[in-house]
C-alpha cells in the first residue's frame, strides 16, 4: 500500500519494492527485492486536493515472513484516532525541507501526536481537509515526514500490535510550526482494499480511543459547527473542559487535563505548564523529592521520602528550581499519612498522602492528574512518561536553573522486571518501567544504599509516572526505587497506584481524585515470561 500520487501512470515498468532494507546506500544482508505485477491506484482519487491519495501495488511474486520483513495491521472501518494519539512515520525522506538524509541514508522514525480533523482544517485552511484524510505533527514544529517519505506509513501501537492509520499524502512544507501533516486515513479504505485482495486478505484491526476527542469541540472561521457527540460512541458527551478549572467543578472532571500540552512531548525539558499535577516538596528551601496533586487539598508521594514530618512546604506550578517561577503557589503540609503497611526494607506500599495547609485554585499551571482506577490494566510495553527534578544521571544534578525534566519510558511487565532486578523484588503494589537498552529512566533512591533517614538524594522519588488514555493522563506510578540510574537491563520500580483506590479514598472525605480506568487490550507478553525461582505462569486472558 502507497500513495496514489507517487504514479504518474499504472504502468509497472522500471518500479521494484525492496523490503527489510535498512539503510539505502551500502550492504542490506536482509534485503529481499520484488518487481510490480500490478498497480491499482483508487479510482476517485483527486491530484488537485489529495483526497483518495492511495495505492495498492501488487508484488510479481509473494514474499517470505521474517524477523526483517512482515507485514503491518491495517485500521478497520470503525477505528477511532483521537486527537493526541501517539503515532510514528518511517521513511527515508529529507531530514528537514530542502536538506537529504545523509550516508548511508538510514531509515529514519519520528513520533507525532494525531492533530485532529477539525483543529487541521483550521490550521491548514478550511476544506484543505476530507474526512479522507487524518493529520499528525508537533504544533511546535520540529517534527515531521518529509519529501521522500510519501507514500510511507503512519502507524500506533494498541496492545502488542502495530495499526497503520495513515499514508503520507502531503504538508505544506516540513515540519513547520501549526502546520500539521496530512495522511490518507486507512480506516475509509478496508472495503476497497479487500475488494481487490481475493486471498490471504490485510489483519484489519479495530484501533480505539476512548472518552471526548478534544477535537470535537475545536473552531475557527469558516469551520461547520461542531456536533455534540463523542467520537467513540456517537451519543451525548458530557462538556467538561468548558467549565473554567477555578469554578466550582470537581477535581474528578478536571484530572489529567492538560490546556497547555496539547502534544506528545519528545524533549528532555519539560515546556512550562505541560505537567501541571507535579510539585516539589521541599525542606528548608530545598528540593528534597517529587509528588503529584491529586486534588484541591491533596498531594501524593512516596512514603520513603519522609523521615520527619515536620518544616515541609509543597510547590505547585513551579518550572525551574532556580530563579523566577510567575505560576508557582506554595503551601506547607497540615498532615502526612503514610501506608500503614509501607516496608522500608522492601520498599513495599512506598505511597504517601500529604494534605495541604489550605486548598488551591486550579489554573492552566496547576492541575490534578487522573489516578489509576483498581480494575487499570498497564500492559507491558505502555507507553508512559516520568517527570521529576531528579538527577540527570547517576551522580550528576540537574544544572542552572534546574528546569522541570521528562522520560519516555514502557511499562515492563512485573514478571520479567522481577527476573531482571532479582526475583521477589517486585511485589503486586508495584510497576516497572525503563528502557532495556538503558539510557533513559527516573533518577530515584537506589535500593542497594536506601537509607530511610536521609532525603532523597537523586530527587525524583515520589513523583508521578503517567500514561495518556484520549485527552486524559493517569497516574499509574509513584516513583519508588531503583538498582541505579538507567542501567541496561535494570527498570525503575514504582508503587503501583491503581492498588490503592480504596485506601486514598478512605482519608479524603470530599472533593473526590478522579479515578480512571485505564485500559490495555489483548494478553499481556509479560504473562508468559519465565525464568529461575519465578512461579510458572498463570493460564489466563485479560
Known amino acids: 500500500m502507497s500513495a496514489a500520487h507517487c504514479f504518474s501512470s499504472t504502468s509497472t515498468s522500471r518500479w521494484q519494492i525492496s523490503l527489510g532494507r535498512q539503510n539505502l546506500q551500502g550492504q542490506n544482508p536482509n534485503e529481499v527485492s520484488r518487481t510490480v505485477a500490478r498497480i491499482i491506484l483508487h479510482p476517485n482519487y483527486d491530484s488537485g486536493t489529495s483526497d483518495n491519495d492511495i495505492a495498492l501495488l501488487r508484488l510479481s511474486s509473494p514474499v517470505t515472513f521474517t524477523d526483517y520483513i512482515r507485514p503491518v495491521c491495517l485500521a478497520a472501518s470503525d477505528s477511532v484516532f483521537n486527537n493526541g494519539t501517539d503515532s510514528w512515520v518511517t521513511g527515508w525522506g529529507a531530514v528537514r525541507e530542502g536538506v537529504s538524509l545523509p550516508f548511508p541514508e538510514t531509515l529514519q522514525e519520528v513520533e507525532v ?57 502531503f504538508g505544506f512544507g516540513c515540519a513547520r510550526p501549526n502546520l500539521p501533516g496530512v495522511y490518507s486515513r486507512v480506516s475509509r479504505y478496508q472495503s476497497w482494499i479487500n475488494s481487490h485482495i481475493s486471498s490471504d486478505k ?40 468548558a467549565t473554567h478549572p477555578g ?53 501524593m508521594s512516596a512514603a520513603h521520602c519522609f523521615s520527619s514530618t515536620s518544616r515541609w512546604q509543597i510547590s505547585l506550578g513551579r518550572q525551574n ?117 538503558g539510557g533513559k529512566d527516573s533518577c530515584q533512591d537506589s535500593l542497594k544504599s536506601f537509607d530511610v533517614s536521609s532525603p532523597c538524594p537523586q530527587g525524583d522519588s515520589g513523583g508521578p509516572m503517567v500514561s495518556r488514555q484520549a485527552s486524559f493522563w493517569v497516574q499509574s506510578g509513584v516513583v519508588s526505587f531503583g538498582f541505579g540510574c538507567a542501567r541496561p ?28 480506568r485505564f485500559t490495555s487490550s489483548g494478553l499481556d507478553a509479560d504473562s508468559s515470561y519465565t525464568c529461575p525461582g519465578l512461579p510458572a505462569p498463570v493460564e489466563h486472558e485479560l
Open 489 to 516: 537491563n535494570l527498570p525503575g520500580v514504582y508503587s503501583k497506584v491503581s492498588r490503592y483506590q480504596s485506601w486514598i479514598n478512605s482519608h479524603i472525605s470530599s472533593d473526590k481524585p478522579g479515578f480512571v
Open 113 to 169: 501526536p494525531v492533530v485532529g480533523n477539525r483543529q487541521c482544517n483550521c490550521l491548514n485552511g478550511v476544506g484543505t481537509v476530507t474526512d479522507n484524510m487524518i493529520c499528525a505533527g508537533v504544533l511546535a514544529g520540529g517534527k515531521d515526514s518529509c519529501q521522500g517519505d510519501s507514500g510511507g506509513p503512519m502507524v500506533s501501537r494498541q496492545a502488542s500490535f502495530w495499526v497503520q492509520s495513515g499514508i503520507v499524502s
Open 321 to 437: 528550581l532556580q530563579g523566577q517561577n510567575p505560576n508557582e503557589v506554595s503551601r506547607t503540609v497540615a498532615r502526612i499519612i503514610l501506608h500503614p503497611n509501607y516496608d522500608s526494607g522492601t520498599s513495599d506500599n512506598d505511597i504517601a498522602l500529604l494534605r495541604l495547609s489550605s486548598p488551591v485554585t486550579f489554573t492552566d499551571y496547576i492541575r490534578p492528574v487522573c489516578l489509576a482506577a483498581s480494575d487499570s490494566v498497564f500492559n507491558n510495553g505502555t507507553d508512559s512518561w516520568v517527570t521529576g527534578w531528579g538527577a540527570v544521571r547517576e551522580g550528576v544534578s540537574l544544572p542552572f536553573p534546574e528546569t522541570l525534566q521528562e522520560v519516555e519510558v514502557p511499562v515492563v511487565g512485573n514478571r520479567q522486571c522481577n527476573c531482571l532486578n532479582g526475583v521477589g523484588t517486585v511485589t503486586d503494589n508495584m510497576i516497572c518501567a525503563g528502557v532495556l537498552a
Open 247 to 299: 469554578s466550582t467543578a470537581s477535581s474528578a472532571e478536571v484530572c489529567g487535563t492538560v490546556p497547555l500540552n496539547a502534544r506528545i512531548v519528545g524533549g528532555e525539558d519539560a515546556p512550562d505548564g505541560s505537567w501541571p499535577w507535579q510539585v516539589s516538596l521541599q525542606r528548608y528551601g530545598s528540593h528534597v523529592c517529587g509528588g503529584s496533586l491529586i486534588n484541591r487539598e491533596w498531594v
Open 202 to 241: 490485510p489483519g484489519f484491526v479495530r484501533f480505539t480511543s476512548s472518552g471526548l476527542d478534544a477535537d470535537s469541540s475545536y473552531t475557527c472561521p469558516g469551520l461547520p459547527a461542531p456536533v455534540g457527540t463523542t467520537a467513540a460512541t456517537g451519543t451525548a458527551a458530557p462538556d467538561v473542559t
